[in-house]
């Protein structure tokens, strides 16, 4: 979908605001709903419960044990388009930065989202928000520039690219625990 | 030029700027590196 060429110029540019928007609405509702439920917790809980959901992910993601993480598993349908050459995958982006919308072939995002959920501030939660969506962004990106098959290239890297994600992604939220406690 | 954009070089590239990036903006690199791990998905 992302070769056509309706996704080069301002419609690509759209998609990208979209990814952005979408990540820090569902930053938004996270720390919403998290500033309820967090509210009897204390820190050592509340991070107690992230820590729990990144060994569910991690003993998931190894295959020790099969979990099946809510996830919208579904294609973004393309009637998404029909708002027009910029409002259709400007929606098309919302929705794919909420990160609910369509699958999601990793399991950081709920490890994530339950940090955000549980212990990020609102400007923590926005910074995580748009992060999210910058991320989504980089890889439109990199897809529509690269002149080979992006997403082939993607997947015959796989075994190097997700521990090394993985790596950073733990670092980041270390780094988050230190200014949240 | 476009060989740049090859995940393998956005991934170390990213997993450099999180090293650098976790003093002082650590949330964007939680949202970042969660973000660009789904690269799979469309």
Redesign the interface.
Known sequence: MLSSPVWRGSPAFAFRVGLLVGGVVTALVLVVVGSLARAPLPWWVRWGLVWAVLVLVAVNELGLVAIRFPENRRLVPEGVFRLGRHLGPLQFGIEMGTGARTYLPSGLPYIAATAVLFTASLPQALLAGVGFGLGRALMTTASLNHPDDWHALWSRHTSFLTPLLSGAFLLSLLGALLTTT | M??R????W???G??VA??VG??W??????????????????
Request: no cysteine.
């Open positions: 476009g060989k954009w090859h995940p393998v956005l991934g170390v990213l997993a999180a090293v976790v003093l903006v650590p949330w964007v690199f939680v949202g970042v590196t969660a973000g660009f791990a789904t690269s799979g998905s469309t």
